[in-house]
C-alpha cells in the first residue's frame, strides 16, 4: 500500500468517500447548468419564462374567463406561480431523469463514479434552476400585495421534501427507462396527468370532499403546502404534509432498493 | 498480516457475466424480480465464466484472445463500469481507464472542456487539472484545437487526446484496451514511451491487443481468453505461442 499511497494527494478524496461524491456530482450538476446558461442571462430567462407563461395563461383562464372566485387563494397569480415553479422543477427532473443514462451513455460506459450521481446530479442541476427562479415569486408576492407570515420559514423544507421525492424517483424511473424503452413516452403521458392530479392550479381545500384525503397521498400536494402557507396560513394542512412526508420516505426507500436490483442489468444495456 | 507481504492490485475470483443474446428481446417486468441465480435463461449466454486471477502491483498483464471472446468485457469488470453477475473482482487501487476509442467524451464539449470533465470525474482538483492541462493538451498534439468541439475531432485526434488525459491520471492501475492501434506511427511511439516510463513508475499495466510485438514489449504476464473462459495464466511468450498455435494464420 506504502507505495501508492502518495499518489493519492493530488486527488480529491478516495474513490468511495463522500467527498470524491460531491466532487463528481457538483462537476456534472455545474455541466448541466453551463449548458443551460451559456448564452448568459437569455438562459436564465428560459428557466423562469416557462412558468411564468403558464401562470399567466392559468392566471387569465381561471380569473378573467371563467370568472373564478373559489378556486385558490388571492392573489391568485401568487398562488399560482408558488405552485408552478415547483412543479417546473419536478416535470424537468422528471423528464430528464427518462435520459439520464442514455445521454451520457459514453461516460457512464467508461467512467467508474457511483451511478446515482447521474440521476442526482439531474435533480441538483433542476433544483438550481428553481432556486435562480425565485426572486420571480417575490417579485409577483410583492407587486400583488401578498402578505408574508411566518410559516414563509417552512419553504426550504419542502425544497428538502421535493429533493428528496425527485432522488427517490429518479432511482426508480431512470434505470426502468432504460431498460424498458416504452416507459419513456410512459412517463411523459403520467406527467401531464399528474398536473391536473396536484394541486398546482387549485388547492387541497377546493377538491370536494373525499378527493381531499385521497389527493393528500400525493406527495406533492404536501410539498405545495409547505411552499404556499407564507403566503396562504389559511391552507395549512399538518395531515397533508406529514402524509407527503412518509411518502417522500417511501419513494426513497423504494428507489433506493430498486436501483440496487436495476443497476447490474442496466449497465449491461448501455 | 500476511496481506502485507503479499500484496494485491487486483483479484478476480469466479468471476462471470452474462448478457442478453438478441438485444431487441423484449424484458419482461418479471425478469427484474427472478433472483440474479446460476442457471441460464433463454436467449441468455456468459460472456465470462469462472475467471479468476491475481495481480500483484506493478504487475504488467497482456490480455490475449480472439474478438467477441470477452477481452473488453474482462477490461470492464476490472474497471468497475460493468458488475459481474457471479463472483467478485476486487481492485485494491486507483484505475485509470481507457477502455473506449471515446475515452468517455462528450461530442458537444469543446476539448478543454472534455479534458476539465473527465480528468474531474477521476478525482483530479480543479488546480491539479489546471496545473496539467497544458501538458495534456500539448502531448496530445492539439493545441490548435482546445476551443474545437470533440465530435469535430478526427479519430486519430480522439485518441490522442483520450490517451493524454487518462495517462496523466495518477492511478497505480492502467488498463489499456486495443485503442492505441488507430494512432500513427508517431505518435504510437510516443505513447510507448510514456506507458514505459508508468511502468517503471511502478504502475501496474492491464493491456488488451492484437499486437505481438506490443504484447511481448509491455507485459510480462499473459491471460489467454478463449470461449469466454480464462484458458491459461502463464509467462507472455508462453500465452502468446498457445494463441499461435490455437489460430495458425
Known amino acids: 500500500m506504502t507505495g501508492h499511497a502518495d499518489t493519492g494527494s493530488h486527488t480529491i478524496g478516495a474513490p468511495g468517500t463522500s467527498r470524491r461524491y460531491l466532487h463528481s456530482l457538483w462537476l456534472l450538476s455545474a455541466r448541466d447548468l453551463k449548458v443551460r446558461y451559456a ?46 415553479l415547483a412543479w417546473v422543477w419536478f416535470n424537468a427532473a422528471v423528464t430528464d431523469f427518462t435520459r439520464a443514462f442514455n445521454k451520457d451513455a459514453k461516460l457512464v460506459r467508461s467512467t467508474a463514479i457511483p451511478r446515482s450521481i447521474w440521476v442526482n446530479r439531474i435533480v441538483l442541476s433542476k433544483g438550481l434552476e428553481f432556486l435562480f427562479a425565485l426572486p420571480v415569486l417575490v417579485l409577483f408576492a410583492v407587486f400583488a400585495g401578498a402578505e408574508v407570515n411566518w410559516a414563509i420559514l417552512l419553504f426550504p423544507l419542502g425544497v428538502l421534501l421535493q429533493a428528496v421525492l425527485l432522488v427517490g424517483l429518479g432511482l426508480l424511473v431512470a434505470p426502468l427507462c432504460v431498460l424498458f424503452t416504452d416507459l419513456e413516452r410512459t412517463t411523459r403521458l403520467i406527467l401531464r396527468a399528474l398536473f391536473y392530479g396536484s ?44 402524509l407527503s412526508a412518509a411518502m417522500c420516505l417511501v419513494f426513497l426507500a423504494l428507489g433506493a ?14 | 498480516m500476511e ?16 448478457f442478453r443474446r438478441n438485444r431487441r428481446g423484449r424484458r419482461s417486468i418479471k425478469d427484474l424480480f427472478a433472483d440474479a441465480s446460476r442457471r441460464t435463461r433463454p436467449g441468455e449466454f456468459w460472456a465470462l465464466r469462472d475467471v479468476s486471477f491475481r495481480v500483484r502491483p506493478g504487475e504488467s498483464i497482456g490480455v490475449v484472445g480472439r474478438n467477441g471472446q470477452g477481452k473488453s468485457t474482462l477490461l470492464k469488470l476490472v474497471a468497475g463500469v460493468l458488475l459481474p453477475d457471479e463472483g467478485s473482482v476486487q481492485v485494491n487501487a486507483g484505475v485509470a481507464p481507457l477502455i473506449e476509442l471515446t475515452g468517455g467524451f462528450v461530442g458537444d464539449l469543446t476539448v478543454r472542456e472534455n479534458v476539465r470533465l473527465t480528468a474531474g470525474l477521476h478525482g483530479m482538483s480543479k488546480a491539479e487539472v489546471a496545473r496539467r492541462y497544458d501538458g495534456i493538451i500539448a502531448f496530445a498534439e492539439l493545441e ?17 487526446l483520450a490517451f493524454s488525459v487518462v495517462s496523466q491520471l495518477d492511478e497505480p492501475i492502467l488498463l489499456v484496451d486495443e485503442v492505441l492501434a488507430v494512432g500513427d506511427r508517431a505518435f504510437r ?37 478463449r470461449d469466454h473462459a480464462l484458458v491459461l495464466d502463464g509467462p507472455i511468450g508462453e500465452v502468446i505461442d498457445r494463441y499461435n498455435a490455437d489460430n495458425p494464420t
Open chain 1, 39 to 84: 448564452t448568459s442571462w437569455l438562459g436564465y430567462l428560459w428557466s423562469v419564462l416557462d412558468p411564468l407563461v403558464m401562470s399567466g395563461i392559468y392566471w387569465f383562464v381561471f380569473t378573467v374567463v371563467f370568472h373564478r372566485d373559489s378556486v385558490g387563494e388571492e392573489p391568485y397569480i401568487v398562488f399560482l406561480i408558488s405552485g408552478l
Open chain 1, 199 to 242: 394541486p398546482v392550479i387549485y388547492g387541497l381545500a377546493d377538491l370536494p370532499g373525499g378527493l381531499t384525503s385521497v389527493m393528500a397521498f400525493n406527495p406533492l400536494a404536501g410539498i405545495f403546502t409547505l411552499y404556499r402557507v407564507g403566503f396562504f396560513p389559511e391552507t395549512w394542512d399538518p395531515s397533508a404534509v406529514l
Open chain 1, 257 to 270: 432498493l430498486m436501483f440496487r436490483r436495476l443497476e447490474r442489468p442496466l449497465l449491461k444495456e448501455l
Open chain 2, 3 to 18: 496481506a502485507l507481504t503479499d500484496e494485491t492490485a487486483i483479484e478476480v475470483a469466479g468471476l462471470g457475466v452474462r
Open chain 2, 144 to 160: 490548435e484545437f482546445q476551443e474545437t468541439p470533440y465530435k469535430h475531432l478526427s479519430n486519430g485526434m480522439k485518441v490522442r
Open chain 2, 189 to 225: 511511439a510516443k505513447c510507448y514511451r510514456r506507458i514505459d516510463e508508468l511502468l517503471a513508475e511502478g504502475r501496474t499495466l492491464f493491456f488488451v491487443s492484437h499486437n505481438e510485438r506490443d504484447l511481448r514489449r509491455f507485459c510480462t504476464r499473459g491471460l489467454y481468453i
